[in-house]
């Protein structure tokens, strides 16, 4: 299994607080993706990496910004909390070498936005 | 339009039963790679098979198998003998452009699949 970690694993939080979630990565790969998965949508791009400090927008980046100032930890930062972010929000990673075919998916973090 | 359509938002397949995942796809990109990823309860994304915009046979991983008709832009999920584990959800993907490199990819809404014993 790829190395990918998520932290925090669950986080409750109020409307209008700042919120930081955090991807770990131990392999070095180049790419990295935030995405939110909702009820009726599927997994829908947030922001995605290509290399340390280097990020962009997806398909739904309003009211969230990223930072990467390592290779292997990608932020995601909810800057002020609303309830429509309530949702699980997946990190993913994908590189390069060889064949490369699929993103590897971290384990997910489930935030409740009261 | 949808780039991933899953027009099954749940199914039913009896233990040991082969089961078929639909999903269609829209792009006029000549490159593009088909996923499918499984969700158990658990919550985690489980890659299951890939299939290339180039690749002459179906793709084939243990029990599952993508059915790939290219002029109707479909990649269906077979999965053969199914079993109790295998009830999940099921979401087709879609990358657009060559492998490698930044992977634009588009989720499904999801198939929820349930085996009965």
């Known amino acids: 299994d790829a190395g990918i970690t998520q932290s925090p694993r669950h986080k409750v939080t109020e409307t209008g607080t700042p919120v930081t979630l955090r991807c770990h990565q131990t392999?070095?790969?180049?790419?990295m993706y935030w995405y939110r998965q909702d009820p009726g949508h599927g997994l829908r791009l947030i922001h995605y990496s290509y290399g340390v400090k280097d990020t962009d927008k997806g398909e739904v980046s309003d009211g969230y910004s990223v930072s990467r100032s390592k290779t292997e930890d990608f932020l995601l930062t909810l800057e002020s909390a609303t309830s429509s972010q309530t949702s699980v929000y997946f990190c993913?990673?994908?590189?390069?070498?060889?064949?490369?075919?699929?993103?590897?998916f971290g384990p997910g973090t489930r935030l409740t936005v009261l | 339009a949808q780039k991933i359509t899953q027009t099954q938002p749940g199914m039913f397949v009896q233990e040991k039963e082969a089961v078929t995942l639909d999903c269609t796809y829209d792009t006029s990109d000549p490159s593009y790679g088909l996923f499918w990823y499984k969700q158990p309860s658990s919550g985690e994304m489980i890659f299951l098979i890939y299939q290339g915009s180039y690749d002459q046979q179906n793709a084939t991983e243990g029990r599952y198998s993508l059915n790939f008709q290219k002029a109707r832009k479909s990649a269906n999920l077979v999965i053969s003998a199914s079993q109790l584990g295998d009830s999940a959800m099921y979401f087709c993907?879609?990358?657009?452009?060559?492998?490698?490199?930044?992977?634009?990819?588009?989720f499904g809404t999801g198939t929820k699949l349930q085996v009965i014993p």
């Open positions: 392999e070095n790969h180049r790419y």
């Open positions: 993913a990673i994908s590189d390069l070498q060889g064949r490369v075919r699929e993103q590897f």
């Open positions: 993907a879609m990358r657009e452009g060559a492998a490698g490199g930044y992977q634009k990819v588009t």
